[in-house]
């Protein structure tokens, strides 16, 4: 078989990281081989997110590049996927003349099937059918290798939520469970090859296999934490109206579940709130993180924010600082308020001026950067299991002037916390080191976004999975 490449460019979030493997998968079979060069290309694919106005324009504009490979290279087939394919269809043939396929979120499965036509046909192809139940990857279907530590892993699709200010049920379809026996054939398979980690994906893993009569998402978590090898477990999207004490129990009971909640609370105004279809109270929020605290005190709590929100005024927005203080999050990721297509609230009134958002954002920001860096000052002097990943950027870029940069690692806590560490008084104990060992590091350094520490050597960190702290003197 001759050797084609395909340049694959995904944009988004941690399901659109899973998807774009699945397409990697698909077209190995097809003989084309990832690269990251985009001039030597084949096949260029660009796999889409269009959750804010930004994230859209950072598609066409990747596109816009291509303009000057296909002159240079005719042969060239280039692909859209992902949501904004789902979104705009045959529409994006008009801005990007030179397109030769807009595939949606439903048509992966498909993906080989299209590109053979267009290399046999050299035509055009739109495909973006969504079926009232998607398709899977069946147990059988082929695993892309697992070569590394950690993986997404998505459990179900689609959304049936309809926040109002939200493009995904539109452009992902209605929610739908994955088969449990699936997934943990997928994920037993990954483990076998060496997956220490795996991240759980869906848009609300509370409601999973609910609709489906499948298994409760509890039991999916009791299942994969029976998995041999696998060492740790993440998921990630909770929404909080369906958070519910089952999961509390699991979190603070299963061992392999890590000391992490991704819960996204959007605003801190009921009257924002209900306009956002949230379908839950600041109070309710509130009393279940309280519950979540009480079963497990250690336990990383991040969550989102928009501000700027149609019709957010001044006292709404101090609501949400307010509620930003009482919880004191781990970690936020807040975005001004953008209009999507199809979304409601792209018709609500008393839209929130930029510059107003601008700023909002500037003092939410600000204030939970207080509390990111407490809550790592507080880390200092603690000894936690860390998974390690692999080598730090700082080392792989090769600019820290210390001797000791060959053996710079990083890795997370179970808290999901960034550490870099290295062994100062023997660095060969490091050099040893694989990726998916789980060690023991001493914190020595809180900075805003990471933390740095030491290794420790003849501490049982496999023992403590989830990494009740201990002190080394
Ligand atoms: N504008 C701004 N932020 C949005 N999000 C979703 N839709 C929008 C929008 N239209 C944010 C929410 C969500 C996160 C993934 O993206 O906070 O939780
Ligand atoms: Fe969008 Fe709301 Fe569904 Fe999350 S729960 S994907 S914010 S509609």
Same mark, same amino acid.
């Given at each position: 078989m001759v050797n084609k490449y395909l340049y694959l460019n995904t944009i988004g979030c941690q399901m659109n990281v899973y998807d774009s493997e699945q397409i990697a998968m698909r077209l190995a079979a097809l003989g084309y081989q990832q690269t990251s060069l985009l001039e030597k290309a084949d096949l260029v694919i660009v796999n889409t997110c269009t959750i804010r106005a930004k994230a859209e324009q950072k598609a066409f504009s990747f596109l816009g590049r291509l303009a000057r490979l296909k002159k240079k290279k005719p042969g060239l087939i280039t692909g859209v996927g992902g949501c904004v394919a789902q979104q705009e269809g045959e529409r994006i043939f008009k801005r990007i003349p030179y397109l030769d396929l807009v595939f949606g979120t439903q048509a992966i499965d498909r993906l080989p099937h299209l590109i053979q036509k267009i290399e046999k046909k050299r035509c055009r192809i739109v495909d973006i059918e969504q079926a009232d139940k998607p398709r899977f990857p069946e147990a059988n279907d082929r695993i892309a290798p697992a070569s590394q530590v950690s993986r997404f892993v998505t459990i179900m699709r689609g959304c049936d939520n309809f926040c109002s200010y939200c493009v995904v049920p539109h452009v992902r379809g209605r929610e739908t469970s994955r088969h449990p026996d699936v997934i943990i054939s997928e994920i037993r398979e990954l483990a076998r090859s060496g997956l220490k980690e795996v991240t759980l994906l869906g848009q609300n893993v509370n409601s999973y296999g609910k609709k489906e009569g499948l298994c409760s998402f509890t039991e999916l978590l009791s299942r994969v934490s029976q998995i041999e090898g696998l060492m740790r477990i993440r998921f990630t999207t909770s929404h909080p109206k369906d958070f519910d004490e089952d999961l509390i129990y699991a979190l603070g009971t299963n061992e392999k579940l890590c000391d992490h909640i991704h819960l996204p609370v959007q605003s801190g105004s009921n009257r924002v709130l209900k306009r956002m279809n949230r379908k839950y109270t600041?109070? *309710?929020?509130?009393?279940?993180?309280?519950?979540?605290?009480?079963?497990?005190?250690?336990?990383?709590?991040?969550?989102?924010?928009?501000?700027?929100?149609?019709?957010?005024?001044? #006292? &709404?927005?101090?609501?949400?600082?307010?509620?930003?203080?009482?919880?004191?999050?781990? +970690?936020?990721?807040?975005?001004?308020?953008?209009?999507?297509?199809?979304?409601? #609230?792209?018709?609500? !009134?008393?839209?929130?001026?930029?510059?107003?958002?601008?700023?909002? @954002?500037?003092? @939410?920001?600000? *204030?939970? &950067?207080?509390?990111?860096?407490?809550?790592?000052?507080?880390?200092? +002097?603690?000894?936690?299991?860390?998974?390690?990943?692999? =080598?730090?950027?700082?080392?792989?870029?090769?600019?820290?002037?210390?001797? @000791?940069?060959?053996?710079?690692?990083?890795?997370?806590?179970?808290?999901?916390?960034?550490?870099? =560490?290295?062994?100062?008084?023997?660095? !060969?104990?490091?050099?040893?080191?694989?990726?998916?060992?789980?060690?023991?590091?001493?914190?020595?350094?809180?900075?805003?976004?990471? *933390?740095?520490?030491?290794?420790? !050597?003849?501490?049982?960190? #496999? !023992?403590?999975?989830?990494?009740?702290?201990?002190? #080394?003197?």
């Open positions: 600041k109070e *309710l929020y509130l009393d279940k993180v309280a519950k979540l605290r009480d079963t497990c005190p250690d336990i990383a709590i991040t969550s989102d924010i928009i501000v700027g929100f149609p019709g957010e005024s001044e #006292a &709404d927005f101090d609501e949400t600082l307010d509620l930003i203080r009482t919880i004191e999050f781990d +970690g936020l990721f807040a975005f001004k308020y953008s209009d999507r297509p199809n979304a409601p #609230a792209a018709k609500f !009134e008393e839209k929130v001026p930029d510059q107003h958002m601008k700023k909002r @954002l500037q003092v @939410l920001l600000d *204030l939970q &950067d207080t509390f990111t860096e407490k809550k790592n000052q507080a880390l200092v +002097g603690a000894c936690l299991p860390i998974l390690a990943e692999g =080598f730090s950027k700082r080392q792989s870029s090769g600019n820290l002037n210390h001797p @000791l940069q060959a053996v710079q690692w990083t890795g997370r806590t179970s808290t999901n916390k960034i550490v870099n =560490f290295y062994h100062d008084d023997n660095p !060969e104990s490091c050099d040893d080191l694989s990726p998916g060992e789980l060690v023991d590091v001493k914190i020595e350094k809180a900075y805003s976004h990471s *933390l740095w520490g030491k290794l420790v !050597e003849g501490t049982a960190a #496999a !023992e403590r999975l989830k990494g009740d702290r201990s002190y #080394a003197a």
